[in-house]
């Protein structure tokens, strides 16, 4: 079975700039999560969706990041303007409650953001 | 709210040595536990997982026991290799939401010599 893959796996910009990140989950995971994973600190949930409606979004800053899932598959998450501190791992994770696999998520590798 | 605590690293230890990294948790329900890892330059993987009291996580040799009394989750393993060098998170879930979010613990960098 093919994993979360993610898109694209490293990025440097300028702050004021603005970045977008993909994500593909596992086919049929109805469950998707993007984390930030701040060097040295253990990932932090920013937005969790259940198909293509929003569970969770209290930790996401909504002044700057934006997150959406059409069609309850991909989603992106754009971040307008990006500020220094913004330099992270973007992690997707999926999760399908319904499967053999209970409340299990699987991550993707991740995209590296480094903002100058 | 729920949160998680770890040792706080890096460890080093050498090949073969036994190795406990220490994790406890704050939960106001009943969550499940897991430790995930981060070899260098992958993505986060479930090493294993306990989803109630009492129950023994295991996989590659690693093991962890869900201690509500002490609310703890160590994770030991009795002789590390060098392949085991990562970071290791400990983190819960709460198993009774229909869409469980993940508390990730600070990680723990471990290294091991040859």
């Known amino acids: 079975e093919a994993g979360v893959a993610q898109s694209p796996r490293y990025k440097i910009i300028e702050k004021r700039q603005s970045v977008a990140f993909w994500c593909n989950p596992i086919s049929g995971h109805a469950t998707l999560y993007w984390y930030q994973q701040i060097l040295g600190q253990g990932p932090k949930l920013l937005i969790q969706?259940?198909?293509?409606?929003?569970?969770?979004d209290s930790q996401l800053p909504k002044d700057r990041f934006s997150a959406e899932r059409l069609k309850g598959v991909d989603s992106t998450l754009k971040i307008q303007p990006a500020k220094l501190e913004d330099s992270a791992v973007y992690l997707c994770a999926s999760s399908d409650r319904y499967s053999g696999s209970g409340n299990e998520q699987f991550f993707g590798p991740g995209t590296r953001l480094t903002v100058l | 709210g729920d949160s998680v605590t770890q040792m706080e690293g890096p460890v080093t230890l050498s090949e073969e040595a036994f190795l406990t990294i220490n994790c406890t948790y704050t939960a106001t329900g009943y969550p499940s536990l897991f430790w995930y890892v981060q070899y260098p330059g992958e993505g986060l993987q479930l090493l294993l997982k306990a989803t109630k009291a009492d129950d023994k996580g295991s996989n590659k040799g690693f093991e962890a026991t869900y201690r509500k009394e002490t609310t703890s989750f160590h994770l030991e393993k009795g002789s590390v290799q060098v392949s085991d060098s990562a970071v290791y998170f400990c983190a819960l879930s709460d198993q009774n939401s229909s869409a469980s979010k993940i508390i990730f613990g600070s990680g723990t960098r471990l290294s091991i010599r040859p």
């Open positions: 969706f259940q198909n293509n409606g929003v569970v969770d």
